[in-house]
């Protein structure tokens, strides 16, 4: 029914990227689970290329000496659409899925060269149904397969080294409105993936599910939003479960403690938005829980998919503002500072003591630690506002936190009690798809925000439950304000260290590394190469597109890479909204590579010649 399109006769491929195919064939490796658990620093094999999605590289022949220096390597085009993709990076060989299809490739890493190229074709009605599967965020590899979620509810096994296709298996049916965004992750043999479940389907339960690495068969199913026997199913009232919808884990996979053999993921936001709409009256509650598992953190077992522990950062959400992104997993001194923390759990604060933490910010702000073996609140703080702003603004989301309990009292003065009513609320899209770094060399978190609020009106009459609704500047920022910011916080005590503002826009993550350098690109099409202890600006260049897709660094043929992909599809809008004096072309997409010349390494050493891994 699908067809695979694989570019591998010698006749359709210029003589070197034949070279590099026979390479990766002769000298590719099966990817195990202890290669996943210990990558080499060179690679780059999951979406933060470690489990704990701290997005860190200890490489450090780029650092804070040399980082001035970086030249242009090679750049290669990709296909239109949102662009927002990390690449994997093994051996050598740099492995994509380009947007707006599900068209993946495997490149020379040294030279952007194609080595072999693969297509699944949708069905000819997929857009009738589907709504995010115009974009994939990550790849998965294991074994000698690479591993893709497709639009249409599909899992691929593509061979790794000729691009063919190996085995593939439905997971869902996207005529229920069932999708991928999420790329997958591999543990223990096991393939895990989250979905979008679209706002437009009045009957999908969303869910996380793990699959046979081997055969594609489905081992266990954890529904995101709880059903009415289920633990937590009391907290939807008379909902029926065929109508706890959305909710949909849309964003990163999931974070993993092999030591507790527990996997963090994130959960978004039921559907209608508006809880006027959603459940036909306004009056369900200030505070968690309330229609679990929305916008909350949950710790499944990654044997069997049973819930261990949850933690919900924002009930009865009544504006679509998701707590989905990524679970950073980090062991650090638990020592937040009153001075510069809002909320902090007595048991926090009575001695500093070293913790296994989980760390999240969602799309509205608002940063929150906690314990990962127990899910406790430890502390929360309204980034990215200051406590004087919370207070000054009365618009923010979260009003108040118990801070012995942890749970999490919204502000019901942005509630919408009528059909028609308008409100705007602060803080929105803070921080959206795009990732975060933190450094264990400085045991800072690098936080790339927007500074932005939401103008939104409850409407009876659209699958949504509002509308209009429209991204607007903070108005704290005045008329000339910076929208962007990306800020360093020491997370064992909840101090900001420094703090690099601008006025352009971001969808750009951050990306750490060895060399005590942070990279970080925005929608002006700017990257920059920051010092990781002062947030001093070590180098920048002018891309062609805006910069919305994931940083990596990895090492081929003797030297360090860093690779941007850069397009944005329709993110020309978002600068309209914000500066317009700073408005671009979304361009077109594309990976751009970055290397140091010979002389500029530290020990004076040539790599070797690129087109060699």
């Known amino acids: 029914m699908q067809a695979a399109a694989l570019v591998g006769a010698a006749v359709l491929l210029p003589f070197q990227a034949v070279e590099a195919q026979r390479s990766v064939t002769a000298d590719f490796v099966p990817v195990t689970d202890a290669i996943l658990l210990d990558p080499d620093p060179g690679d780059w094999l999951m979406v933060n290329r470690t489990y704990d999605h701290q997005a860190y590289s200890p490489l450090d022949e780029i650092d804070r000496s040399n980082v001035g220096d970086l030249k242009l390597a090679w750049m290669r085009a990709m296909d239109a659409g949102p662009q927002q993709l990390r690449p994997l990076v093994y051996n050598g060989v740099m492995y994509i899925a380009h947007p707006g299809s599900d068209h993946l490739q495997a490149i020379d890493a040294t030279t952007g060269d194609l080595i072999w190229d693969y297509t699944w074709e949708w069905p000819a009605d997929l857009r009738e149904y589907s709504q995010l599967g115009n974009r994939t965020r990550n790849l998965a590899i294991y074994g000698d397969n690479i591993y893709h979620l497709t639009a249409d509810g599909h899992l691929l096994a593509v061979d790794a080294r000729t691009g063919a296709l190996d085995w593939e298996h439905e997971l869902s049916d996207y005529r229920e409105g069932i999708t991928h965004s999420s790329g997958a992750m591999i543990i223990d043999g096991r393939v895990l993936s989250g ?170 702000g608002g940063l929150f630690v906690n314990d990962r073996e127990s899910g406790e609140f430890l502390w929360a703080t309204p980034l990215p506002y200051t406590a004087a702003e919370h207070a000054a603004t009365g618009r923010f989301l979260i009003r108040d936190i118990d801070v012995e309990t ?121 990257i920059r190469a920051h010092d990781a202890e002062t947030g001093e600006v070590l180098w920048e260049t002018i891309l062609g597109s805006p910069i919305s897709g994931y940083p990596v660094t990895y090492k081929a043929g003797g030297r360090q890479y860093l690779t941007v992909p850069i397009g944005g599809g329709s993110l020309a809008f978002v600068l309209r909204n914000y500066a317009p004096e700073l408005e671009t072309p979304s361009g077109s997409n594309m990976l751009v590579t970055f290397a140091l010349p010979d002389g500029s390494y530290r020990d004076g050493a040539a790599p070797q010649a690129p087109g060699k891994p």
């Not at 884990?249 to 994130?266: A, M």
């Not at 009153?338 to 989980?358: G, H, S, T, Y």
């Not at 609320?425 to 690098?446: D, E, F, Q």
């Not at 500047?473 to 910076?482: F, R, V, Y």
């Open 406 to 526: 942890g749970r999490v009292q919204i502000n019901m003065d942005v509630v919408a009690k009528a059909v028609g009513e308008q409100h705007i609320v602060c803080a929105h899209n803070v921080k959206g798809w795009w990732s975060w770094s933190y450094s264990p060399l400085t045991g800072l978190l690098y936080i790339p925000l927007n500074r932005a609020c939401l103008n939104q009106t409850a409407n009876a009459r659209t699958p949504t439950g509002v509308g209009p609704r429209f991204t607007m500047p903070d108005p704290l920022l005045g008329e000339d304000g910076d929208f962007t910011e990306l800020r360093a916080l020491d997370i064992s005590t909840g101090r900001e260290t420094w703090r690099y503002s601008q006025r352009a826009p971001n969808a750009g993550s951050a990306l750490a590394t060895g060399g005590n350098v942070v990279f970080h690109g925005d929608l002006n099409r700017r």
């Open 195 to 364: 979905r979008a479940c679209n706002v437009n389907s009045l009957t999908a339960r969303c869910f996380i599910a793990a699959h046979d690495a081997a055969s594609g068969k489905e081992q266990w199913r954890f529904y995101t939003a709880a059903g009415a026997d289920d633990p937590g199913g009391r907290t939807w009232g008379e909902v029926p479960p065929a109508q706890r919808i959305h909710l949909s884990p849309w964003g990163l996979p999931g974070s993993y403690d092999p030591e507790l053999g527990l996997v963090y993921w994130g959960i978004a936001v039921p559907k209608p938005y508006t809880r006027i709409v959603r459940r036909g009256t306004w009056d369900v509650g200030d505070r968690t829980p309330c229609e679990l598992y929305s916008n909350s953190t949950v710790a499944l077992s990654v044997e069997t998919g049973a819930l261990d522990w949850y933690y919900q950062h924002l009930p009865c959400d009544d504006w679509d503002q998701d707590f989905v992104q990524e679970r950073t997993l980090i062991d650090t001194v638990v020592n937040p500072d009153p001075d510069a923390v809002m909320w902090i759990n007595p048991a926090a604060a009575d001695a500093a003591r070293q913790r296994k933490v989980v760390v999240t910010l969602g799309e509205p």
